[in-house]
């Protein structure tokens, strides 16, 4: 099991840079992991296509359903948040050098795959790649 972040698993719905090799990596690991939040991150990088004018109301439709179909098939393994979670969140963040520039659901992302006992994490974001060796994990790009 690999653990991807929202933007990851997005890259399997859209055609985007490395979008192939994204899903040949989802394809070959068999079982991917988020955290649960993801899965509503996923769905407003959709709608942000959508208002965008990316996707024609027809295809936002259609890539929404599945990605809901894929969901439902359980597809995607979704990660709990916890109070334990957050607790152990806190006390990491607490622990940060000032330098470390960390978004909110980046930390989740983080945290949730600490703390599932992943040693690794794909994301094509630079700023989650970089924090991640501050939750004791590998950060990986397809």
Known sequence: MIYFDAAYIA?????????????RLAEESGEVACCLHGRVEVLIAFHRKFRERA????????????????????????????????????????????SVFLRAADALHLASAAE????????????????AI?????GLSA
């Not at 809901?68 to 990491?92: F, H, N, Q, T, V």
């Not at 501050?134 to 590998?138: A, E, I, T, V």
């Open 134 to 138: 501050h939750f004791g994990l590998r």
């Open 55 to 98: 996707f024609p109301p027809r295809i936002f439709s259609a890539v929404h359903a599945q990605f809901e179909a894929d969901c439902e098939s359980a597809l995607w393994g979704w990660l709990p948040i916890s109070a334990k979670l957050i607790a152990s969140l806190s006390d990491r963040v607490g622990k940060l050098d000032r």
């Open 116 to 131: 599932q006992g992943f040693k690794e994490i794909y994301s094509n974001d630079r700023h989650l790649l970089a924090a």
């Open 11 to 23: 890259k399997f719905y859209l055609d985007e840079p490395d979008s192939d090799r994204v899903r």
